[in-house]
């Protein structure tokens, strides 16, 4: 795919409705689960939700968490942190770190290699692998793969908290 700078999320393949939810959704802690095929954008569209929705609004955010221990997931909520990046979790262990964030209360942004991202399989997946996880009331699903210059993005939420 050619190297493209993205605007918005919107411009990138978000749909309006889901980009309003997740604004609305990441201001309390979430995890949120982006899943497609190598090379199909799951970074790239990690990157851009931690721009707009942290970064670009003054909320701190952290890219590192593939490198972090659990305690210092915990000394970064101390700290004021809002979101933590997971890049390419594909351990038990790294998919618990990245749940202690959200459990931290900070959102806990986590990519993983899944050939299908369509949110269906996903979620079987992600149920299978680890059921707890799947069963969460917090977790929001992202589909992520290539579609011309830009990206197809499927999402599934959560019941909204009443």
């Known amino acids: 795919m050619a190297s493209r700078v993205y605007t918005s999320l919107v411009d990138f393949g978000f749909?309006?409705?889901?980009?309003?939810?997740?604004?609305?959704?990441?201001?309390?802690s979430h995890v949120v689960f982006?899943?497609?095929?190598?090379?199909?954008?799951k970074t790239a569209c990690a990157?851009?939700?931690?721009?707009?929705?942290?970064?670009?609004?003054?909320?701190?955010?952290?890219a590192d968490g593939s490198t972090?221990?659990?305690?210092?997931?915990?000394?970064?909520?101390?700290?004021?942190?809002?979101?933590?990046?997971?890049?390419?979790?594909?351990?038990q262990a790294d998919l618990t770190k990245s749940v202690y964030c959200a459990d931290c209360r900070m959102v806990s942004l986590v990519t993983s290699v899944i050939a299908e991202p369509k949110v269906p399989?996903?979620?079987?997946?992600?149920?299978?692998?680890?059921?707890?996880?799947?069963?969460?009331?917090d977790l929001i699903l992202v589909g992520v793969e290539p579609d011309g210059d830009r990206f197809?993005?499927?999402?599934?939420?959560p019941p909204a908290p009443v």
């Open 15 to 28: 749909k309006p409705e889901d980009m309003n939810q997740m604004a609305q959704r990441l201001r309390y």
């Open 34 to 41: 982006i899943a497609g095929p190598p090379g199909g954008g």
């Open 47 to 62: 990157t851009m939700l931690g721009w707009f929705l942290f970064q670009g609004v003054k909320r701190p955010f952290r």
């Open 68 to 91: 972090l221990s659990v305690e210092q997931v915990r000394e970064a909520a101390i700290q004021g942190t809002h979101g933590i990046f997971f890049n390419e979790v594909a351990t």
């Open 121 to 137: 399989q996903i979620f079987q997946i992600l149920n299978f692998f680890n059921p707890k996880v799947a069963a969460r009331k």
């Open 152 to 157: 197809k993005v499927d999402c599934k939420f």
